[in-house]
C-alpha cells in the first residue's frame, strides 16, 4: 500500500472517530485531499486509493494537473484567492469555488462558465476573527453576498468556507462555532445550504466535533510541503 493511501486511511479514521464522538454520521462529512504542490502522480496515488475530490490553491498549477489527470473522473475544487483575470480559467475547469468573497468574482464566474458544463459549486469565505493575512467577507456582510449570488445563474451556492488563524484548540474551536452558527443563520433565511467547509490538517478533529460537512486535508495526505 502507498504511503498515501495508508495516510486517507488514516485521515478517514480520524474522520469517523471524530464523528462518533460528536454523534454523526461519518458519511455526514465529506473529505477533500488538498493536493496543491504535489503533482499528478500522487493525485493518482490517491484516486487509486478511492478519493475522488481534490483542492487546489494556485490557479495555474491546478489547471495543469486537472489537464494531466483528465483519464480520471475527479472533482476539482478551487479553495485559494481568485483574481479578476483568473476567472475565467477556473470557470472552465474546476467544478467547486470555496473562495468567493466579493461578488465581482462570482459575477465573472457565473458569466463565464461555459454552458455546456454543470453549474459551478460555489461557497461564501467568511473570515470570522479577522486575520489579516487572508480573504474572506466579514461575518456581517455574509448574508448580502450569499443572497446576491444565490440568483447567479450557472451557479449553485452550497455553504461557506473558513480558515481560522493558526492558535490554540480552544480558539480555533470557538472560531468554528462561529461559523457553524453564521452557517445555521443563512441557512434559516432560505437559503438552500449543505456546505459548511472547515477542517484542516492539524484542526479536522474539532471542526467535525463543531458540524463541519467538508474537511480540506493536504499535509495528512500527501506529507510536509
Ligand atoms: C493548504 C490548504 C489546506 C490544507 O492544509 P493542511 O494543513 O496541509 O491540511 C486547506 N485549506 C486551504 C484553504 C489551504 O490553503
Redesign the pocket.
Known sequence: MSTIAQNLQGVETRIASACQAAGRDPASVRLLA?S?TFGAPEVRLAHAAGQRAF?E?YIQEGVDKIQALQDLALEWHC??PVQSNKTRLVAAHFDWV?SIDRFKTAERLSAQRPPSLPPLQVCIQVNLDGGENKSGVAPDQALALAEAVAVLPHLQLRGIMT?PEPGDEETTRAVHAQAHALWLRLKSTGLQLDTLSMG???DLDVAVSEGSTMV?????IFGQ?
Open positions: 488538498v496543491k483542492g490553491n479553495i485559494g470555496h480558515i484542516m490538517s492539524s480540506r486535508i493536504g499535509t495528512a510541503r
